[in-house]
């Protein structure tokens, strides 16, 4: 039982080809990989924007007026300063305070909103400033203008 010292272990000519390998596999994968998580960041920013929407007019129906945007969205957990307000307000209409977007930046909340809308509210999107196109593009309900 002598084995040959050839027939040891793996030549480091044989480790290089098979990390070659599988840089090459790596890099057609990750980035498809990466673009889904951008994607999915979209739609999570869609989902909490409906949700946040769902507060505000359920907020609206209560105390009978849209919080101002000095209020912003931090009246839908704690409630308003203004004594008149209070005594209306029934929330908090969130379980935990506003959340951020995906992207780490507040929700835009402003008075009044497009296409109709009363308010407005929205994320910058990916850059984390207004417009922008793709992952960039801001996702909510937009402000006129």
Do not use: C, H
């Not at 009363?118 to 996702?139: I, M, Q, T, W």
């Amino acid at each position: 039982m002598n084995l040959s010292r050839r027939n040891a272990g793996f030549t480091l000519l044989e480790m290089l080809v098979v990390l070659v390998i599988i840089g090459l596999i790596a890099s057609l994968v990750g980035p498809r990989l990466f673009s889904r998580v951008d994607t999915s960041k979209v739609q999570v920013a869609e989902t909490q924007v409906r949700m946040l929407r769902g507060a505000l007019e359920t907020y609206r129906l209560e105390v009978g007026k849209l919080p101002s945007v000095e209020e912003g969205l931090g009246v839908l957990y704690n409630p308003p300063a203004d004594e008149r307000l209070r005594a209306r307000w029934k929330g908090p209409y969130l379980d935990e305070p506003a959340p951020l977007d995906p992207w780490g930046n507040p929700y835009q909340y402003a008075i009044p909103g497009a296409n109709g809308m009363p308010f407005a509210l929205y994320s910058f999107g990916a850059d984390g400033v207004r417009g922008g196109e793709g992952n960039d593009a801001d996702v909510g309900f937009l402000p006129r203008g």
